[in-house]
Structures are given as C-alpha cells and as structure tokens.
C-alpha cells in the first residue's frame, strides 16, 4: 500500500490554485475538466515533492456551481516538512496570505511549527526541520 494524495472540495478553484502556487510554492501536476460529471480537478504537488514521480499529491476538487462547504469537525490538517518557516511565512505575505497561528513550538518542543488556513479554511501545518 502506498499514499497517493488528500482531497479537498474548493468553492473557487482559480483562488485555491493560485494561493496553494504562490503563496505556498505548489506546482500544478494535471488539470482535467469533467463536463459530463460537472467538476474539476486540480492535483499538486509540494515543492519538495515536485521532481519525484509518484509522490503524494494534493487534489482539488471544484464542483461546477457550488461555492462553499461546511468543513467537517473531524478533520484536522495536512503537514509539510519545510526548511524555513519565516520564509514560507514572506511568500505568503508577498502574494497576500499570512500565517494563522505561531510561529510556535511542537507540543514536544523540538520543532517550530506554525499553520496557514487555504481560502477554504483548510489547515496547513507547517514544520520546520526534520
């Protein structure tokens, strides 16, 4: 068995694209238009992840026509592995983003960590180190 991606419905899907690219440095792996089943589907892949073939990847999914959706209290968020949290934090305020929370520390204490919410309202964890 082996992960493959995470999945999340978007009420805009240009403005998700565009905060996922520039504010958290994404690429864009495929783009597929469903017109028969009305959707959309956006995969990408973090910055350190981008030359690997087959690693994990973060689907958006854009139903034609719906903008909004309540976000289930069971679900948490995603984490990436970053090298610099003050510099994910400049490109996000560069492109008009910002963090949400910290930067703090890991309840261990080890690591800084810190979270970003997507236009969605979908966490970020960031964590900085290895």
């Known amino acids: 068995m082996r992960y493959l991606h995470t999945m999340f419905r978007v009420g805009d899907l240009d403005r998700s694209v565009r905060f996922y690219t520039d504010g958290l440095g994404f690429s864009v792996v495929s ?6 089943g009305k959707f959309t589907l956006v995969f990408l892949r973090a910055p350190g992840d981008a030359d690997a073939p087959g690693a994990p990847m973060l689907e958006l999914t854009y139903n034609w026509g719906v903008s909004t959706y309540a976000r289930g209290e069971a679900f948490g968020h995603v984490a990436y592995r970053v090298e610099s949290i003050a510099a994910v934090q400049a490109r996000l305020k560069k492109h008009g983003y910002d963090l949400s929370w910290g930067p703090g520390k890991t309840p261990d204490g080890r690591r800084a960590m ?17």
């Open 31 to 36: 783009r597929k238009e469903h017109p028969e």
């Open 114 to 130: 810190a979270f970003v919410d997507d236009p969605d309202g979908y966490e970020v964890e960031l964590l900085e180190g290895t």
